[in-house]
């Protein structure tokens, strides 16, 4: 069963963004297609559409909610980590295409506790080319989106040159949230349900109309394929929500749902590893306070 879905960005750099995503929640086994907000117009080419928060009201004017997901996309805990490394006092410019997300990573760090350290917003998208080449040029340390802060953008010939040779770059892996993680595996598996319901209604026709030993045999060998390949999913859901989880403490924790070879042991001691880093941070801000 083919499933096709559309991953909606502002521009095709936050589309493949959103391709990536996806693939770390469910892997290789669907069709995407990076698609720009912008262009869409309907919504009959694809059984899903997910987009990030920032696209998720304008979509939701053409998109149904059946068949919309909106992500909630946050950098993973390494990302303040390295932050939270800058010595205060400093200007902290944050590289993005749209103000929207700029300002809820800024949001983000300073609901961390991360002190004295000044976040400046400097989306590209909504702002005079000049504007932001100037305030490249006096930045010390910029952070953002790792696409966004790497050659697609920031590093491009259009920015390259004003920025100083000094300047540290901290960029960050976003992942979904687990419970928008958790909305978009439950709207795909309604997809995956109707069209092996209508898969099923199909073959059981066929079946009953089948005066043929050989081809009645054949069919229902089809129909246990279906009902193991649905079994397979639910477990393969289950394996991705912990995925989802683990990625949101460190986007390098993953779990591959179609690899045998996972090893769950080592994948759990650099999930305790990362909380136990997560806790040191958190009484080093407390006695910052």
């Known amino acids: 069963m083919k499933i096709k879905i559309a991953a909606i960005g502002s521009n095709l750099i936050i589309a493949n963004e959103i391709c990536t995503v996806i693939r ?30 920032t696209q998720g009201e304008a979509m939701a004017t053409i998109i149904p909610n059946d068949k919309l997901v909106v992500l909630d996309l946050r950098p993973s805990a390494s990302f303040f980590i390295d932050i939270s490394h800058i010595p205060a006092p400093a200007n902290i ?53 790792a696409d966004l802060v790497g050659q697609n953008a920031l590093l491009s010939t259009l920015y390259k ?48 109309k089948s005066k043929s030993s050989h081809k009645t045999l054949r069919i229902k060998t089809m129909l246990d394929m279906i009902i193991r390949r649905q079994t397979k999913g639910s477990a393969m859901i289950k394996q991705n929500l912990l995925k989802s989880f683990a990625s949101q403490i460190d986007n390098q924790i993953f779990i591959s749902a179609d690899n045998s070879q996972t090893n769950g042991a080592s994948m759990e001691e650099s999930i305790i590893s990362t909380l136990n880093t997560l806790d040191h941070l958190n009484i080093a801000f407390n006695t910052q306070k």
């Not at 949230?177 to 997809?191: E, G, V």
């Open 24 to 53: 770390n929640i469910v892997g290789d086994a669907y069709a995407l297609q990076p698609i720009i907000a912008k262009t869409i117009k309907s919504s009959e080419k694809f059984d899903l559409y997910v987009c990030a928060v």
């Open 93 to 145: 410019y944050i590289f993005n295409s749209n103000l929207r997300y700029a300002l809820l990573l800024k949001e983000m760090c300073e609901k961390l506790h991360i002190r004295n350290l000044n976040f400046i917003p400097l989306a590209y998208e909504d702002m005079d080319l000049e504007a932001v080449r100037t305030c490249l040029g006096k930045a010390k340390y910029i952070v953002g989106v």
């Open 161 to 208: 040159s004003y920025i100083s040779e000094d300047v540290t770059i901290i960029g960050c892996n976003r992942v979904a949230t687990i419970d928008t993680a958790c909305l978009f595996l439950n709207k795909l598996q309604i997809i995956l349900n109707l069209k092996m319901g209508q898969k099923i209604a199909v073959l059981a026709g066929k079946l009953q």
